[in-house]
């Protein structure tokens, strides 16, 4: 019927499902049980399917689409760009990459202002470890257990979760060493905050100096995918004594952080703390197009005044990438989205924290600005979760997805990770759209209580 979502290539709803699981490969899944829902148009917080139904986004799809869905604007912006310029080779000067480098200038942290643009945040990772190595003449990269950092070689093989198990024997190397998360509601060391001391913090320390040849530290400021993992206030203040003192780099992986997320432009400015280099992608553009930033400070650009920056890629700094991000920064800044993030965080705690009250299969919620993690336990004193990353790879179904399709049929998505709930809306969600995502887990959660 015309009330239905029409696309331009006039399929149905049934071919189109029918191809994709065909013809193309669903990623982190059993290919046999992949079953897609036709997403067929997108509105504001929305996401509208081939029958017309919509779905609060309550993860921002992949904790990305940070302005909301279609915003006209940056639509525009890519229209616009196409007439005027759509590709150019990266050794040449365009208008659009001088307008985005001025306005980065205006939120970056204060002292990075060198930026190198690729098309993800996986590729932006690969261009600061190459960075890294280059400016220090070292070759380490120590990474952290619990961190995502991206699916290409480089990436994966820093990145401290099991999906990096797949590249395995020898996905870890060369070159990086695994040290502890900051993960205070599980510790690795079993110790207690405040009493540890940040112990996970001088761990680090311990690492740098019986590694030889460390050129970098790569962190998430507050970790993603792996449950929105806030570190205590004193940890990045201290880790960035301890690279300063031994000559490290410290890398900010902010693919998932930035972009007013956390209720900060960029997450490492809630502790004060410059990194040397900051990775970005994700909301850069509200992920309209692919675009990922490896930015650096001044002193390591320098470096590369007078050496070879042996670096590049066809579509770096690509124009049709680059100008829905300057019209991704104007919304924001008219919007005011980054104060508005952080103005609805105490709203989603306080009720975050009322349904923990109300479900003893919640751990612990935690997280800030519009970010947020509900942890599922079988049991509050032991913290076990209800299911591992082995259940996920051998297809057993997972609680949380159960619950997840549950929330799906009401008409909210949301992101489910193993054992937990990434909360993590648009940033122009209302406090009504809030209440009404809380509220349909509130609803399923009974099948984990
Ligand atoms: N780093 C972090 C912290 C991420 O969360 C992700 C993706 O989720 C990446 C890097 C990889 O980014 P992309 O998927 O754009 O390659």
Known sequence: TDTLPQNMHGMT???????????????????KSWNPVHIADAEDCYIIDGAGKRYLDFSSQLMC????HKNPVVVESIA????????????????????????????LPEGINKFFFTTSGT??????????????????????????????SGSIAATGDPRRWAMEPGGKG?????????NCYRCPMKHTYPQCGVACADYIEHMI??????????????????????????????????????????????????WGRTGKWFAVEHWGVTPDILVTAKGITSAYVPLGLCATSEKIGDFFLDHYFAHGHTYEAHPMTLAPAVATIHEMQRLNLVDRAAELAPYVESKLRALKEKHRSIGEVRGKGLFWAVDLVKNRETKEPFNTYTD????????????????????????????????????IVTKE?????????????????
Not at 65 to 68: E, P, R, T
Not at 436 to 449: F, W
Request: charged residues 25%; negative net charge; contains cysteine.
């Open 65 to 68: 689409v940070n302005l909301g």
């Open 174 to 182: 060369p070159g990086v060493v695994f040290g502890p998360e900051v």
């Open 209 to 258: 100096r019986n590694e030889s040849d460390v050129a970098a530290v790569l962190l998430e400021p507050i970790v993603g995918t792996n449950g929105v993992l806030v570190p205590p206030d004193e940890y990045f203040p201290k880790l960035r004594k301890i690279c300063d003192e031994n000559g490290v780099l410290m890398i900010a992986d902010e693919v998932m952080t930035g």
């Open 80 to 107: 616009q760009q196409a007439r005027e310029l759509p590709y150019a080779m990266p050794g040449y000067a365009t208008a659009t990459r001088a307008e985005l480098s001025k306005l980065l200038l205006e939120v």
């Open 13 to 31: 709803s049934e071919e189109i499902v029918d191809l994709t699981r065909r013809l193309n490969y669903g990623t982190w899944r059993f290919q």
């Open 123 to 152: 590729e932006a990772n690969e261009a600061a470890f190459k960075i890294a190595r280059m400016y220090t003449g070292k070759s380490k990269i120590i990474a952290r257990y619990r961190s995502y950092h991206g699916s290409t």
């Open 433 to 449: 759209e809030l209440d009404r995502g809380i509220d349909a887990l509130d609803k399923h959660l009974s099948l984990a209580d």
């Open 392 to 427: 996920k790879v051998s297809g057993a179904p997972l609680l949380v997805d159960q619950i997840a399709g549950k929330m799906f049929a009401d008409g909210v998505a949301i992101q489910a990770w193993v054992s937990h709930f990434v909360i993590a809306p648009p940033l």
